[in-house]
């Protein structure tokens, strides 16, 4: 009589319950339940969900509308000679680009805390990974998904944006700043 | 043609052995050892790498001994030992001969072949796109191919399985009902049909795109298809070792279920829900709307949630109830005490149910939270996590059930004394450290599958805190001890399977099952009041109780302080 033998029940569904495993069921079903809850509850309470909103779109397409965005809003541009990359500092509520590619965030974003923008994510080849440190927010990057996120920084300082999804060889070299002013 | 109906009896446990399920067994069971062996050194440079005072390898080494790894260890070592399982269950258990055994070979010779075109394409060096090989990130056409050709495999070896059930019931080979293993064991295999048929849908039009026959394979597309057969293919793991724990009870206890009837329902919850809670991989992508997310990760995944909660609780309970039948029935916890901490299997099931629930488990519905995704996707985090449900859980469970086996299935005496029992506590221990400090640095934000977290001569580079830091090197430490524990498995196994001792029995023959397999076995009669007398507060199994809710406390603290972090980031919407 044990796991590796029939049950001795021929009908093993009749086979009554036990009471520490019924009040276990019980505990374990309405914790399940609370936990289902608190995800809708965090998208009408909570401050931290990812929308909604994506587009397709092509890499051509996005890229134009990227480069719109620089010649609108550049302010400097940082990095290692021959490496330039342009900084952008667009107002509240604006839409900012931000390209992910092989091996590169561009542009560098500069932002002011307590304003909100709409930041558009995309990449121009493979699956690349946002991961904003040290906030620790991650977002998957798509090629042909434009992903809009409504972000409000809360505090000043500068900000790393890494690459943690693996994307070849040099996915660790994938890094970029972000400033809140 | 003649069907072979050869039996043999094991002297030792009273199973019965049909003779090419035997060698099935037993070559299923060595390829996976092999196959380990090989995921195993390959580790070496995983752990060596990412310990940052040592890094090991460069980049492009590292990113293919990572590619190697996975593949070599979540699929061919973890499904060869499943095939076995699966024969065990049903050629075994129910004492029938398996079904077309040519066909099961045919599947094998397809896993082995599958398998090492697939090792063969990540050698070439221009295949070292991870396990999930997420495109438009191309690899060589042999790695497609190789793992189709081993899903191709195993697919035949769950219809052999499926048609040994229905031999069985033909035949008449046992009354009533399956055992639970079995039916633990059909989950597994239902599971693993769908698995591989998610996986042939993808996998099929990438292979065809790797050749230049098709222009185009959608990023999100192929994530969404994939993970029905990646995170699936753990769903058939779990299904497995939560067998083998109920296979363990039995054999070292003679435990017997608490109740049919829960366990197989907590079976069949896997069965309708787990392959939808693949969608908790796609929590912090595009295109795919909140509703979607939610229902398939909560509505679905918390039924198989609570399915796991269920078996956490009745292998558990089924080991207390057969220790306080046993005289061990005083207080709370006399029947743990006394449990037979010597004993490998035991250690080995018991660490493995601790470690797959604490750590895996509860880790597993963090990051199946919609919001709290936001905080851990791609992290450390998520290594972290299944390296305590798929090798905590699964592989020390299947360790445990090697040291049952080998005695049984290879006729050979476990070598090397107690150093079978040492080796599930440093293995256990020194896992359970892997996964909980690369939680630990997922959670301060380090990234999976990187080559170097200091950035070195990067003009934009990060500096991470020193906790993580700490973190990463208490996993590397932890690592070598697990390295320690795995090494000697497959030392100890090698050596027991290959020059260990023989088990004599006396008069050993095989015999046709039509004159030598005797009656079948009738299930004995249920003895109203089995459980009178033991227990305490009401309960049969009132320690196992306590236990869990002590597991529910830690799960419901650490689900808050989640929440709690989570509101500290950003706002973003």
Same mark, same amino acid.
């Given at each position: 009589?044990?796991?590796?033998?029939?049950?001795?029940?021929?009908?093993?569904?009749?086979?009554?319950?036990?009471?520490?495993?019924?009040?276990?069921?019980?505990?374990?079903?309405?914790?399940?339940?609370?936990?289902?809850?608190?995800?809708?509850?965090?998208?009408?309470?909570?401050?931290q969900?990812?929308?909604?909103?994506?587009?397709?779109?092509?890499?051509?397409?996005?890229?134009?509308?990227?480069?719109?965005m620089i010649?609108?809003y550049k302010v400097r541009e940082e990095g290692a000679e021959?490496q330039k990359v342009p900084v952008v500092a667009p107002p509240a509520?604006a839409?900012v680009y931000l390209v992910a590619?092989?091996w590169q965030w561009y542009p560098i974003l500069e932002l002011e805390a307590g304003k909100s923008y709409?930041i558009h994510l995309?990449?121009?080849?493979?699956?690349h990974g946002f991961s904003l440190q040290p906030e620790n927010i991650n977002v998957?990057v798509?090629?042909?998904?434009?992903?809009?996120l409504?972000v409000t920084p809360t505090s000043k300082g500068t900000y790393s944006i890494i690459c943690n999804?693996?994307?070849?060889?040099?996915?660790h070299t994938m890094t970029s700043k972000l400033y809140v002013k | 043609?003649?069907?072979?109906?050869?039996?043999?009896?094991?002297?030792?446990?009273?199973?019965?052995?049909?003779?090419?399920?035997?060698?099935?067994?037993?070559?299923?069971?060595?390829?996976?050892?092999?196959?380990?062996?090989?995921?195993?050194?390959?580790?070496?440079?995983?752990?060596?790498?990412?310990?940052?005072?040592?890094?090991?390898?460069?980049?492009?080494?590292?990113?293919?001994?990572?590619?190697?790894?996975?593949?070599?260890?979540?699929?061919?070592?973890?499904?060869?030992?499943?095939?076995?399982?699966?024969?065990?269950?049903?050629?075994?258990?129910?004492?029938?001969?398996?079904?077309?055994?040519?066909?099961?070979?045919?599947?094998?010779?397809?896993?082995?072949?599958?398998?090492?075109?697939?090792?063969?394409?990540?050698?070439?060096?221009?295949?070292?796109?991870?396990?999930?090989?997420?495109?438009?990130?191309?690899?060589?056409?042999?790695?497609?191919?190789?793992?189709?050709?081993? !899903? #191709?495999?195993?697919?035949? %070896?769950?219809? /052999? *399985?499926?048609?040994?059930?229905?031999?069985?019931?033909?035949? +008449? $080979?046992?009354?009533?009902?399956?055992?639970?293993?079995?039916?633990?064991?059909?989950?597994?295999?239902?599971?693993?049909?769908?698995?591989?048929?998610?996986?042939?849908?993808?996998?099929?039009?990438?292979?065809?795109?790797?050749?230049?026959?098709?222009?185009?394979?959608?990023?999100?597309?192929?994530?969404?298809?994939?993970?029905?057969?990646?995170?699936?293919?753990?769903?058939?793991?779990?299904?497995?070792?939560? !067998? #083998?724990?109920?296979?363990? %009870?039995?054999? /070292? *206890?003679?435990?017997?279920?608490?109740?049919?009837?829960?366990? +197989? $329902?907590?079976?069949?919850?896997?069965?309708?829900?787990?392959?939808?809670?693949?969608?908790?991989?796609?929590?912090?992508?595009?295109?795919?709307?909140?509703?979607?997310?939610?229902?398939?990760?909560?509505?679905?995944?918390?039924?198989?949630?609570?399915?796991?909660?269920?078996?956490?609780?009745?292998?558990?309970?089924?080991?207390?109830?057969?220790?306080?039948?046993?005289?061990?029935?005083?207080?709370?916890?006399?029947?743990?005490?006394?449990?037979?901490?010597?004993?490998?299997?035991?250690?080995?099931?018991?660490?493995?149910?601790?470690?797959?629930?604490?750590?895996?488990?509860?880790?597993?519905?963090?990051?199946?939270?919609?919001?709290?995704?936001l905080i851990?996707?791609?992290t450390?985090?998520?290594?972290?996590?299944?390296?305590?449900?798929?090798?905590?859980?699964?592989?020390?469970?299947?360790?445990?059930?090697?040291?049952?086996?080998?005695?049984?299935?290879?006729?050979?005496?476990?070598?090397?004394?107690?150093?079978?029992?040492?080796?599930?506590?440093?293995?256990?221990?020194?896992?359970?450290?892997?996964?909980?400090?690369?939680?630990?640095?997922?959670t301060l934000g380090v990234p999976?599958?990187h080559?170097d977290m200091s950035f070195a001569g990067n003009a934009f580079g990060y500096e991470f805190p020193g906790a993580a830091w700490?973190?990463?090197?208490?996993?590397?430490?932890?690592?070598?001890?697990?390295?320690?524990?795995?090494?000697?498995?497959?030392?100890?196994?090698?050596?027991?399977?290959?020059?260990?001792?023989?088990?004599?029995?006396?008069?050993?023959?095989?015999?046709?099952?039509?004159?030598?397999?005797?009656?079948?076995?009738?299930?004995?009669?249920?003895?109203?009041?089995?459980?009178?007398?033991?227990?305490?507060?009401?309960?049969?199994?009132?320690?196992?109780?306590?236990?869990?809710?002590?597991?529910?406390?830690?799960?419901?603290?650490?689900?808050?302080?989640?929440?709690?972090y989570?509101?500290t980031v950003w706002p973003l919407?």
């Amino acid at each position: 009589m044990s796991a590796i033998l029939p049950p001795s029940e021929r009908v093993w569904w009749k086979q009554p319950l036990d009471r520490v495993e019924l009040i276990w069921i019980v505990i374990a079903l309405v914790w399940c339940l609370i936990m289902f809850f608190m995800m809708p509850y965090w998208h009408v309470y909570g401050k931290q969900n990812l929308a909604n909103e994506a587009f397709r779109t092509t890499p051509a397409e996005y890229l134009k509308k990227t480069e719109a965005m620089i010649a609108q809003y550049k302010v400097r541009e940082e990095g290692a000679e021959g490496q330039k990359v342009p900084v952008v500092a667009p107002p509240a509520g604006a839409d900012v680009y931000l390209v992910a590619r092989l091996w590169q965030w561009y542009p560098i974003l500069e932002l002011e805390a307590g304003k909100s923008y709409r930041i558009h994510l995309m990449s121009m080849d493979w699956l690349h990974g946002f991961s904003l440190q040290p906030e620790n927010i991650n977002v998957e990057v798509h090629p042909g998904y434009d992903h809009v996120l409504t972000v409000t920084p809360t505090s000043k300082g500068t900000y790393s944006i890494i690459c943690n999804e693996y994307c070849g060889i040099n996915h660790h070299t994938m890094t970029s700043k972000l400033y809140v002013k | 043609m003649a069907i072979n109906r050869n039996f043999r009896t094991c002297p030792a446990s009273g199973l019965v052995f049909h003779e090419p399920a035997d060698k099935l067994m037993r070559w299923n069971a060595v390829a996976a050892v092999v196959f380990l062996l090989i995921g195993g050194i390959l580790a070496i440079g995983v752990v060596l790498t990412r310990w940052q005072a040592v890094h090991l390898l460069d980049p492009s080494a590292f990113y293919q001994v990572l590619t190697a790894h996975g593949l070599n260890m979540l699929v061919f070592w973890i499904i060869f030992f499943e095939i076995a399982v699966l024969y065990f269950a049903s050629s075994t258990l129910l004492r029938c001969r398996l079904a077309t055994p040519k066909m099961a070979w045919l599947g094998f010779w397809l896993m082995i072949l599958g398998a090492l075109m697939n090792n063969y394409s990540v050698i070439r060096g221009d295949s070292s796109v991870m396990f999930t090989s997420y495109a438009p990130m191309g690899a060589h056409p042999t790695f497609y191919l190789g793992l189709i050709l081993f !899903a #191709v495999g195993a697919l035949i %070896a769950c219809f /052999v *399985f499926f048609g040994t059930l229905v031999v069985a019931r033909a035949e +008449r $080979t046992y009354v009533g009902s399956v055992p639970l293993v079995t039916f633990g064991a059909i989950t597994a295999a239902i599971i693993a049909v769908f698995t591989i048929a998610s996986g042939a849908i993808i996998l099929i039009p990438t292979l065809l795109w790797s050749l230049g026959l098709i222009e185009h394979i959608d990023s999100l597309m192929y994530r969404t298809i994939w993970w029905g057969f990646g995170h699936s293919s753990q769903q058939i793991n779990v299904a497995a070792h939560v !067998a #083998v724990w109920y296979a363990g %009870a039995a054999i /070292v *206890f003679g435990a017997k279920p608490m109740s049919e009837k829960v366990s +197989r $329902t907590a079976f069949l919850l896997y069965i309708l829900f787990l392959q939808l809670a693949s969608a908790h991989h796609l929590l912090a992508d595009p295109g795919l709307t909140s509703n979607w997310k939610i229902f398939n990760t909560s509505y679905a995944m918390y039924l198989a949630v609570l399915a796991s909660m269920v078996h956490g609780l009745t292998v558990p309970g089924s080991i207390e109830v057969a220790q306080r039948q046993k005289g061990y029935n005083n207080g709370l916890f006399e029947w743990l005490r006394k449990a037979p901490w010597g004993n490998a299997p035991f250690a080995a099931i018991f660490i493995s149910i601790l470690g797959f629930g604490f750590l895996g488990g509860i880790s597993g519905v963090m990051m199946g939270t919609e919001q709290l995704n936001l905080i851990i996707h791609n992290t450390l985090y998520v290594p972290g996590h299944f390296h305590a449900t798929v090798v905590l859980g699964t592989t020390l469970a299947f360790m445990g059930l090697t040291y049952f086996l080998i005695p049984v299935l290879f006729r050979r005496k476990v070598a090397f004394g107690n150093l079978a029992t040492w080796q599930v506590y440093i293995f256990g221990i020194g896992m359970a450290g892997v996964a909980l400090f690369l939680m630990g640095a997922g959670t301060l934000g380090v990234p999976r599958r990187h080559w170097d977290m200091s950035f070195a001569g990067n003009a934009f580079g990060y500096e991470f805190p020193g906790a993580a830091w700490l973190m990463m090197t208490l996993a590397g430490i932890c690592g070598l001890i697990a390295l320690t524990g795995g090494a000697m498995y497959v030392a100890i196994t090698v050596w027991s399977v290959f020059l260990g001792e023989t088990v004599e029995a006396p008069g050993f023959k095989r015999v046709s099952a039509r004159e030598g397999v005797g009656a079948v076995p009738l299930p004995a009669p249920e003895q109203p009041g089995a459980h009178a007398g033991i227990g305490g507060w009401g309960m049969v199994a009132p320690g196992t109780f306590v236990l869990a809710l002590v597991f529910l406390t830690s799960f419901v603290l650490y689900y808050f302080v989640n929440w709690k972090y989570l509101s500290t980031v950003w706002p973003l919407k």
